[in-house]
Antibody, heavy 119, light 106 residues
Framework: EVQLVESGGGLVQPGGSLRLSCAAS????????MNWVRQAPGKGLEWISY????????YYADSVKGRFTISRDNAKNSLHLQMNSLRAEDTAVFYC????????????WGQGTLVTVSS | DIQMTQSPSTLSASVGDRVTITCRAS??????LAWYQQKPGKAPNLLIY???SLKSGVPSRFSGGGSGTEFTLTISSLQPDDFATYYC????????FGQGTKVQIK
């Protein structure tokens, strides 16, 4: 069974940093691209970052470019999102999601971790 | 950037109704479109990919259609478990979601 479990969310002050992790199991992690998607309270879904299976290709949404860094450790079946210079508007539930193949749809999602940016 | 616009934003319907949600892309995305269902407090769940392909395990009352810039998600006979928010997503160029359509009880 495919499982994605996010961790690392919490309360952080504006300008602060946080590192999210996503633990993957039930599939060959090193064969799939992975994504981070966020959802602000009461709002819709926003894709924010993609990393290919070998980490050779990385994309970011303009809203987080230069502040967030995606990475992965295939030996540990884990995905990470380093978030710096956090703003109030970054407050959201962050989901990791598996890309189904060839820059496609997201076929499995984690349960999400809440990040709150507030003083 | 490719923008995705869903209509309506909210839809009120009864169990057994046929329901159709529309998604329009700001430029052609061929058939690179997916539909997701999300229930409150839960992660999204993939229903349809490549505009009309049903993900394994998804009930056959869900169907998708369209290509280019206009797409539809149809629920042939609405069930109690289907009251949720639905999102379209383009993956022709990066990924962009529509703003969502909430299907609520009439």
């Amino acid at each position: 069974e495919v499982q994605l479990v996010e961790s690392g969310g919490g309360l952080v002050q504006p300008g602060g940093s946080l590192r999210l992790s996503c633990a993957a199991s039930g599939f060959t992690f090193s064969s799939y691209g992975m994504n981070w998607v966020r959802q602000a309270p009461g709002k819709g879904l926003e894709w924010i970052s993609y990393i290919s299976s070998s980490s050779s290709t990385i994309y970011y949404a303009d809203s987080v470019k230069g502040r967030f860094t995606i990475s992965r450790d295939n030996a540990k079946n884990s995905l990470h999102l380093q978030m710096n210079s956090l703003r109030a508007e970054d407050t959201a539930v962050f989901y990791c999601a598996r890309e189904s193949g060839s820059l496609g749809s997201f076929d499995y999602w984690g349960q999400g971790t809440l990040v709150t940016v507030s003083s | 950037d490719i923008q995705m616009t869903q209509s309506p934003s909210t839809l009120s319907a009864s169990v057994g109704d046929r329901v159709t949600i529309t998604c329009r892309a700001s430029q052609s995305i061929s058939s690179w479109l997916a539909w997701y269902q999300q229930k409150p407090g839960k992660a999204p769940n993939l229903l349809i990919y490549r505009a009309s392909s049903l993900k394994s395990g998804v009930p056959s009352r869900f169907s998708g259609g369209g290509s280019g810039t206009e797409f539809t998600l149809t629920i042939s006979s609405l069930q109690p478990d289907d009251f949720a928010t639905y999102y379209c997503q383009q993956y022709n160029t990066y990924w962009t979601f529509g703003q969502g359509t909430k299907v609520q009880i009439k």
